[in-house]
């Protein structure tokens, strides 16, 4: 995935997401079996509107090629985005530090996507951003964030995070279970960089 700078998206609805936002798909298959479903056909129709002619596969063919333990119908492969950091400069980002588990960093994107936080920044030990797992876990987010893989390396490693977030030109929060204050009673800044991790 890292070398050839392509990766997966699997099932209708996330395919569906990513044509919706205009985003564009490399190839495509979709399981012989599933032609005459009617979110599958439609969304055949709109990667055809793109150019893309789907590859037809055998049911057992695509359960090899997915990653699913459930097969997906529908599987595109697509170019993961280019995250900019510069344009998360001075506006409200979630900053990720080491968050390791797939569920959570795309559960916390699909909750970006819903709150209105374009920017995503992931640190060292974080989860890979554009992992079929963390894909599937986000329901279709990705195609609306700004996803931003951050590597400190040079040894830096997570020493090097808080340099990232100063350089975003906002107030840094994070959460903790011995804080002195409640979230609630607490004067919140905006823009911000939630930090979790």
Known sequence: ????????????????????????????????????????????????LGGIEPLVLASALMRQVSALDSPAKLIAEIEP???????????????????????????????????????????????ALWSPKVIRAAMGAHAVLNLISVDTGGGGGVEGLPAVIAGLGVPAL?????????LHDTALAQPCAWVFG
Do not use: F
């Open 174 to 182: 994070g959460t903790s279970p011995h804080a002195r204050a409640s």
């Open 1 to 48: 995935r890292v070398q050839a700078g392509r990766t997966l998206i699997e099932g209708d609805h996330l395919i569906g997401s990513w044509l919706g936002h205009g985003l564009p798909v490399v190839s495509c298959a979709v399981d012989a079996a599933a032609l005459e479903l009617p979110a599958i056909a439609a969304a055949i129709a709109r990667l055809r």
């Open 81 to 127: 985005c280019a995250g900019d950091l510069g344009q998360a400069r001075g506006e409200d980002a979630v900053v990720l530090d080491a968050v390791q588990d797939p569920g959570n960093v795309g559960a916390i994107l699909r909750t970006c996507a819903a709150a209105g936080i374009r920017h995503v920044i992931a640190g060292p030990g974080s989860a």
